[in-house]
């Protein structure tokens, strides 16, 4: 099997900067797409932004041109730069893998992780 493990989450004062890291355990050969997500408390879980493994990106209004997300396809790696944060990008923040290849020749399909907590307060 394969999971998702996130890190770098944390408290931030607003107009700082974070970095996430998300990279799947298990026995991976490679992985598609993968993204970003985030719940706030009391909303439902929004999409924050995609990268293909050929590094194509797409990101929501909201954190465009503040958020960059990046990958590492040797280390199947995803990361999400976060600057210039606003309180209101307090949440959890939840790494996905649309498709996991594995070493056994099966693949998991739709991979998220245990999510990671931002808080931007000050």
């Known amino acids: 099997q394969a999971q998702l493990v996130e890190s770098g989450g944390g408290l931030v004062q607003p107009g700082g900067s974070l970095s996430l890291s998300c990279e799947p355990s298990?026995?991976?050969?490679?992985?598609?797409?993968m993204g970003w997500y985030r719940q706030a408390p009391g909303k439902e879980r929004e999409w924050v932004a995609t990268?293909?493994?050929?590094?194509?990106?797409n990101y929501a209004d909201s954190v465009k041109g503040r958020f960059t997300i990046s990958r590492d396809n040797a280390k199947n790696t995803v990361y999400l730069q976060m600057n210039s944060l606003r309180p209101e990008d307090t949440a959890v923040y939840y790494c996905?893998?649309?498709?996991?290849?594995?070493?056994?020749?099966?693949?998991?399909?739709?991979?998220w992780g245990q999510g990671t907590q931002v808080t931007v307060s000050s």
């Open positions: 990268i293909t493994r050929g590094g194509n990106t």
């Open positions: 298990g026995s991976i050969v490679r992985t598609n797409a």
């Open positions: 996905n893998a649309d498709k996991i290849f594995l070493d056994s020749g099966s693949f998991v399909i739709d991979c």
